[in-house]
């Protein structure tokens, strides 16, 4: 090669690399964009007054390192691989692109999808080798089964936990729903002759509604017996009814709040709301009545042969279906909480039979206290409600100017459960309205919940039976 040759080369060589550096500014500054239109930067989320529940200011913050890596270009069966080998996978449940493949422009449309086939998928082929996260578009996730995460869908150390959080905080919360929301144009006046004839105050008739709940009516449940120390292991709870967030109230005598200190013993005169017995009749089985063999929940007596009491009052003549009605209080120890039966009323001795027995029977040996529910003929006031299971009805004296949804928890499991698996993270998701728990760990390990709300559920918030778990900033009421 002469000297003319060389310096040739040296131009070409020279054009090369800026042409180079050229295209790689160019490929940079598309990257950026892509980066930006997949996640916003984060600012407060709305309220969350639009998905059935009164705006909270004091929770769910928003995310303050939410950051996202640009793909690599390494091809993974689902989601996006990260330039930092982390995956990310995306659900949106308004998406109808098909098929689903969790990337940004065609995410999974259901969280149950992202898991039994993003998460499971990514761990069977191995690909979760710096973490998943699994990023949901805002919106409320009606779940009418529940969300299973097992060992197949998880992540085995620190490195490669799988978080589930919103995507987009500034466009709503992400709210995991056990609930139905009901149709409130529905809600019609009465047109039942039978609870139009019974109800005790009639001057409130015109403002009670009914709605047929047929369509619903394998997810009521039924009304039964439990209290402390006798709460039965199979027992699920009975659907309960909520209006922008908050539970109404299954129609009950005393009303809450009123004022029964004449019927209150002296011990327990500040429990409004509430009446004491005035003599125990039959104190009824107790737990030494358990034959051998059996448990308190299957043994015969203490199921059928409860005790009896004298309530001075009247009202129980005008309760048609009294062994639909159950007893809410304490008839013994002030530890021992009942939710028991009414199996008889006799409005002439005025004396109530109960269907159980109690661990100690009926004493009131330290005081007694207690109100009766899911009373038909009691609907008095706002938030009041009765559901008659045999004729698929709900009646309902609804707010007179009702704010959000109008909710049924339908939901008879836990919205979400983790079996058996470990290094998972929830944060900043609300979990709301189910007939059991939020959400249930067993054998679990390394499981965190940060920044989360868990609300109106009729059992745990969150039901542990697990190890290194953890509940962090996280806030939990009506439970």
Not at 284 to 292: M, Q, S
Not at 348 to 354: D, E, G, M
Request: hydrophobic share 40%.
């Amino acid at each position: 090669m002469d000297e003319h040759e060389a310096h040739a080369l040296f131009r070409y060589f020279i054009v090369f690399m800026a042409a180079g550096w050229v295209v790689s500014r160019i490929v940079r500054a598309t990257l950026e964009r892509q980066r930006a239109a997949l996640l916003p930067e984060p600012v407060a989320p709305k309220k969350a007054g639009g998905v059935g529940s009164k705006a909270r200011d004091d929770v769910m913050k928003p995310p303050q390192d939410v950051a996202i890596a640009v793909d690599s270009g390494a091809a993974v069966p689902y989601g996006v691989r990260n330039a930092d080998g982390s995956i990310s996978v995306y659900v949106d449940q308004a998406s109808s692109v098909r098929p689903e493949k969790g990337t940004p422009m065609a995410p999974f449309a259901s969280i149950s999808a992202a898991c039994s086939k993003g998460l499971a998928t990514l761990a069977s082929q191995q690909c979760n080798t710096n973490g998943i996260t699994v990023w949901i578009a805002s919106g409320i996730y009606t779940f009418t089964e529940t969300l299973y995460i097992n060992a197949s869908m998880s992540g085995t150390s620190d490195a490669t936990r799988v978080v589930f959080r919103p995507k987009d905080p500034a466009a709503g919360s992400v709210v995991f729903s056990g609930g139905t929301v009901l149709d409130q144009s529905k809600l019609a006046p009465v047109t039942d002759a039978t609870f139009k004839a019974r109800l005790i105050d009639q001057s409130v008739l015109g403002k009670i509604r009914e709605m047929d709940i047929s369509e619903y009516a394998g997810s009521l449940g039924t009304p039964a017996p439990h209290g402390w120390s006798l709460e039965p292991p199979t027992r699920v709870p009975v659907a309960a009814l909520y209006q922008d967030g908050e539970r109404q109230t299954l129609a009950r005598w005393p009303r809450v709040g009123q004022d029964t200190s004449a019927w209150l013993d002296e011990r327990d005169k500040n429990r409004l709301g509430m009446l004491s017995f005035t003599k125990v009749s039959d104190v009824g089985a107790t737990k030494a009545d358990v034959a051998p063999g059996n448990t308190k929940f299957n043994d015969p007596t203490f199921n059928n042969q409860g005790g009896s009491f004298i309530l001075p009052v009247d009202r129980f003549k005008l309760w048609h279906e009294p062994e639909n009605v159950f007893l809410d209080g304490c008839l013994s120890d002030s530890w021992c909480w009942t939710y028991n039966q009414i199996k008889s009323v006799d409005p002439a001795l005025k004396q109530v039979t109960v269907k159980r027995g109690e661990l100690s029977g009926i004493t009131g040996a330290k005081g007694s206290y207690m109100y009766f529910e899911n009373i038909p003929e009691e609907i008095a006031g706002e938030g009041d409600y009765y559901i008659d299971r045999a004729n698929n009805k709900l009646f309902y004296y609804p707010p007179a100017a009702p704010q959000g949804d109008l909710i049924l928890s339908t939901l008879s499991d836990n919205i979400v459960s983790v079996n058996d698996a470990s290094f998972i993270t929830f944060q900043h998701i609300e979990f709301r309205y189910s007939r059991k728990n939020a959400v249930g760990l067993r054998g679990a390990d390394s499981v965190t919940m940060t920044d989360c709300l868990i609300s109106n559920v009729s059992l745990a918030g969150v039901d542990m039976n697990a190890t290194n778990c953890t509940v962090v900033n996280s806030e939990i009421f009506d439970t």
